[in-house]
Nanobody, 122 residues
Framework: QVQVVESGGGLVQPGGSLRLSCAIS????????GAWFRQAPGKEREGVAI????????YYVDSVRDRFTISRDNARRMVYLQMNSLKSEDTAIYYC???????????????WGQGTQVTVSS
């Protein structure tokens, strides 16, 4: 059974940085993708970044490109999201997900973490 657990959210001022961590367990190989989604109040869940755990290929949504970096540590089965130059509009609950294909469609991911709150405010 696949389990996903996030950590690392919090309150940060605009322009600041945070790193989110995601522990993924239960996959029998590295042939899967780790993804970060976020959901702000009153909005739909949106994809932020995706990484191939096997070869490290990454995908970003335009709004975070050049500010966020997704990475992985295969030995520890961890996926990270380094968030720099944070803006108020980045405020949301951030979710980590794991699945077999790189897609921005949340319904294609069967394994989700509980979410971690990121608040960007002065």
């Amino acid at each position: 059974q696949v389990q996903v657990v996030e950590s690392g959210g919090g309150l940060v001022q605009p322009g600041g940085s945070l790193r989110l961590s995601c522990a993924i367990s239960g996959f029998t190989s590295d042939s899967f993708y780790g993804a970060w989604f976020r959901q702000a109040p009153g909005k739909e869940r949106e994809g932020v970044a995706i990484i191939s755990v096997q070869d490290g290929v990454t995908y970003y949504v335009d709004s975070v490109r050049d500010r966020f970096t997704i990475s992985r540590d295969n030995a520890r089965r961890m996926v990270y999201l380094q968030m720099n130059s944070l803006k108020s509009e980045d405020t949301a609950i951030y979710y980590c997900a794991a699945g077999p294909i790189p897609t921005w469609a949340p319904r294609q991911y069967s394994s989700w973490g509980q979410g971690t709150q990121v608040t960007v405010s002065s």
